[in-house]
């Protein structure tokens, strides 16, 4: 058990419908990773939060935006949604988000757009 | 677009052979990370290797970085069953400290 929380686990719907994924880091973490993880295209990172505030910005759609509460909790809130946006989403968390500091996985939100 | 690339894709070895994989990069890092996933799960942490270091060891893993060619390599020594899973390298650029995933390496150990 990573201590990394995610929810829900499975999550099936619609294309155009919107969806939320909430993760819960380890206890004492400050920074969230957000991940999007399909068979052609790998591990794609999405975005890092560090205490509250936006770190770092990847491959991120517009439709797609993120949030870290101020208790550390973190948001990822998907819109319009497409049949290709069907993948396993993963949340992972490290203490202070600086470089040398390894990254802590969530056991992933699968999502199924029909 | 992915920093590193592993290779090869997939990789099948009898139980207690040597596995090795590699992983290739495109611009200066921090460090580099591997990372093993079982079958759709999370990925769980191996091994850490600064830019500043060439090999680490950590149990039956050795990892070694090349930064001239922007290249590592994890090797498995004397593998098990439960070996089976997908390995990832992570790099974290200097440029914009992003932790970046590749496309990953599918081991599989044979009984």
């Known amino acids: 058990d990573s201590g990394v929380t995610q929810t829900p686990k499975h999550l099936i719907t619609a294309t155009g419908q919107r969806v939320t994924l909430r993760c819960s880091p380890r206890?004492?973490?400050?920074?969230v990773y957000w991940y999007q993880q399909s068979l052609d295209q790998g591990l794609q990172f999405l975005i890092q939060?560090?205490?509250?505030?936006?770190?770092a910005k990847g491959n991120i759609l517009e439709r797609f935006s993120a949030q870290q509460f101020p208790d550390l909790h973190s948001e990822l809130n998907l819109s319009s949604l497409e049949l290709g946006d069907s993948a396993l989403y993963f949340c992972?968390?490290?203490?202070?988000?600086?470089?040398?500091?390894?990254?802590?996985f969530g056991s992933g939100t699968q999502l199924s757009v029909l | 677009s992915q920093q590193g690339e592993e290779d090869p894709q997939a990789l099948s070895i009898q139980e207690g052979e040597n596995a090795t994989m590699n992983c290739s990069y495109k611009?200066?890092?921090?460090?580099l990370q591997w990372y093993r996933q079982n079958s759709g799960r999370g990925l769980v942490h191996l091994i850490l290797?600064?830019?500043?270091?060439r090999e680490k060891h950590s149990g039956r893993l050795r990892v070694t970085l090349d930064t001239s060619k922007k290249s590592s390599s994890l090797l498995i020594t004397a593998s098990r069953a439960a070996d089976t899973a997908s390995y990832f390298c992570?790099?974290?650029?200097?440029?914009?400290?992003?932790?970046?995933f590749g496309k990953g390496t599918r081991l599989h150990i044979l009984p």
């Open positions: 992972a968390s490290s203490m202070m988000g600086r470089d040398s500091e390894k990254l802590f």
């Open positions: 206890s004492g973490d400050l920074s």
């Open positions: 939060y560090y205490n509250g505030e936006e770190r």
């Open positions: 611009t200066s890092i921090n460090n």
């Open positions: 290797i600064r830019s500043n270091e």
């Open positions: 992570a790099t974290d650029a200097k440029r914009d400290d992003k932790i970046i």
